[in-house]
């Protein structure tokens, strides 16, 4: 029994590796497009139609290119791919394409201060399945990829494009280091539970693999069952009385989470494993991989906001505070209902740090105790 388990614990870490590898690597990172399609012409349509192929529908033509004495579409769209269908209503129909940059001003209140250099890398431009560039290629809004064509009345094109986030190579860089590092990390704890597993009889540790050993006789339901009896009454009402104000407080942001929240595209494409590992965040994002990086927002406060209350539960244990469920509820409150909370609920894919702050207190109440086991359990949960 204690095989297995050893041997599934190294399973998982070399599939978070390979994940961390696959995901973070060379996947299509979602970000906006714009692709201009457009006839010049003085007459009031343009000579084609498009037809999106996802839905079927017909878009309308944009309004504001009259101006400029042309007439056409676009497609401004926050994704990885588009497709659709062109069909000229007119002989010698020129067709301009233009991919680019989202359009987005640097100052929403002066339009002389310019647009923001919003940068896009489309990776395929396809027309009837001919290659338009032959490798990925980088666009803004000032610096589109421009490609025409001329057609005759009744031809029908099949578009294809796709895109990716663009990143700088600085960026790049820093990113793959970033799965690397997690890489690292991860075949590194392998290698180390491989070789405590292989050689546990020559290392000095031989008193914790008896401990592991006796995972084989492993009750988990009984263990929790005892381990909830054991909890005093005084903290499972000051647990409840916490966890409850503090989602009734918190309550605008759990239902309307999207208010002036910027992770918006998080809860659409979801959270890889080594997104803010730059940042030094190893575990930010963890949990959300069980779900497959989604992210589901009412139950991620609920979860968090558990998390919070279990810390403050144990940093009132830490500190010696009076046991009663009012000191222990008001001790809790006072912490959890500061305004700085609300600094880490505005990033929606941070609030899972909550459950770092467990980890950190848990370890400090557990190192009280001074045993062997102890302290390696705190020095793993501080690491984390």
């Known amino acids: 029994m ?11 870490l070399a599939l ?32 084609f139609v498009i037809k999106n192929l996802e839905d079927g529908k017909f878009p309308p033509t944009a ?18 791919s588009e497709e659709f269908e062109i069909t000229t209503t007119f002989d010698k129909c020129k067709i301009n394409f233009a991919l680019r940059g989202p359009w ?42 421009y490609h025409s064509i001329t057609a005759q009345k009744g031809n029908v094109f099949n578009i294809k494009i796709n895109w990716q986030k663009y ?7 820093i990113k793959n280091r970033a799965t690397n590092i997690l890489t690292i990390y991860l075949l590194f704890w392998g290698v180390i539970i491989f070789f405590l597993y292989k050689y546990r009889r020559k290392i000095y540790a031989t008193q914790i693999w008896k401990k592991l050993a006796k995972l084989q006789d492993f009750d988990l339901e009984g ?33 309307q989470y999207m208010w002036g929240n910027h992770d918006w595209g998080l809860i659409k494409w979801g959270i890889t494993v080594s997104q803010d590992l730059w940042a030094g965040r190893f575990t930010s994002g963890l949990v959300q991989q069980f779900l497959g990086g989604d992210l589901l927002p009412i139950a991620n406060n609920l979860f968090c906001f558990a998390g919070f209350t279990f810390a403050m539960i144990y940093l009132a244990k830490y500190w010696k505070v009076p046991q009663t469920p009012l000191n222990y509820t008001l001790f809790g409150l006072f912490i959890i209902l500061m305004p700085y909370t609300l600094s880490w609920l505005w ?25 062997y086991t102890s302290s390696i359990i705190a020095i793993i949960l501080n690491g984390d």
């Open 2 to 12: 204690a095989k297995k388990i050893i041997l599934s614990i190294i399973g998982i």
């Open 16 to 47: 978070l590796g390979a994940y961390s590898i696959l995901n973070g690597g060379n996947k299509a990172k979602p970000t906006m497009a714009r692709i201009d399609i457009s006839e010049k012409t003085t007459n009031s349509h343009p000579c």
């Open 63 to 80: 309004g504001w290119m009259a101006k400029w004495g042309t007439q056409g579409y676009v497609i401004q769209k926050d994704g990885v």
């Open 104 to 145: 987005e001003l640097k100052d929403k209140n002066d339009n002389k201060k310019g647009i923001k250099e919003l940068w896009v890398e489309y990776t395929k431009f396809a027309i009837n399945g001919q290659d338009i560039i032959s490798q990925p290629t980088s666009a803004w809004h000032n610096k589109p990829i």
């Open 167 to 173: 990143y700088t190579p600085e960026q790049l860089q």
């Open 223 to 255: 263990i929790i069952t005892q381990k909830w009896q054991a909890i005093s009454p005084i903290s499972k009402k000051s647990f409840l009385w916490i966890f409850l104000i503090t989602n009734i407080v918190f309550l605008f942001h759990t239902v």
């Open 347 to 371: 990033y929606i894919k941070q609030t899972s740090l909550y459950w770092n702050i467990f980890f950190v207190i848990y370890a400090l109440y557990i190192s009280q105790r001074k045993t």
